[in-house]
């Protein structure tokens, strides 16, 4: 079974990039599960939950199971358990990134980037290791995932990553809108779990 680990510390890191008509800016936050609270799962593929802090006190809820995550986030664990995000998750095998990066519209976080580490079996019956940048969308609108990039087939992946937070994540209606996917796609590539059931 694969270990999992991720816990949230501020870094402290403002980046501003221009994005259409607005400036939006990135804030990082360390993600160890180490250094969240753990409530084991009972059955023998649920791993169980994470409950961590983020950026601004915004909850962050992890859940795994069957070599899979899936993160959340709210105002407060019990909304972050209750999104769309919370039951969202990659195709292939996969785990959770060391950090998460805040997209932020005046200083208010409005989606987030993580990069998720994928297993996906090749046609010969081989593992390929990859990573995926997830965007999900943050606030009342609902949260959920807005779209994936291939972190080992694009060299701009952050860039293309920012490029969906910025343009897609605010108007993105939960449970409506389908993620997007940008740029190239290598054998390490999944796309969601309910895309390619």
């Not at 070599?67 to 664990?77: E, K, L």
């Not at 994936?148 to 809108?177: S, V």
């Not at 993620?179 to 999944?190: A, K, M, R, T």
């Amino acid at each position: 079974m694969r270990k999992i680990s991720l816990s949230l510390f501020l870094t402290g890191a403002v980046v501003a990039a221009p994005v259409g008509v607005f400036a939006a800016e990135s804030s990082y936050t360390d993600f160890n599960t180490k250094k969240c609270r753990h409530i084991p799962g009972k059955d023998v593929e649920d791993y169980g939950e994470w409950h961590c802090k983020g950026l601004a006190g915004i909850a962050v809820y992890m859940s795994a199971g069957d070599q899979r995550i899936h993160v959340s986030y709210g105002n407060n664990m019990e909304k972050a358990k209750a999104e769309l995000a919370a039951s969202q998750t990659l195709a292939s095998f996969n785990g959770e990134g060391s950090r998460i990066e805040w997209r932020l519209d005046k200083g208010k976080p409005f989606a987030t980037i993580m990069r998720w580490s994928t297993t996906v079996t090749n046609d010969k019956g081989d593992p390929v290791r990859g990573s995926v940048l997830v965007v999900t969308r943050l606030g009342r609108g609902g949260v959920c995932h807005v779209g994936y990039i291939d972190g080992g087939a694009n060299k701009d992946a952050n860039e293309l990553a920012r490029k969906i937070a910025d343009e897609r994540a605010r108007n993105f209606a939960c449970g409506k809108d389908k993620p997007i996917v940008l740029g190239e796609q290598g054998p390490g590539f999944s796309g969601p779990y309910d895309a390619e059931k």
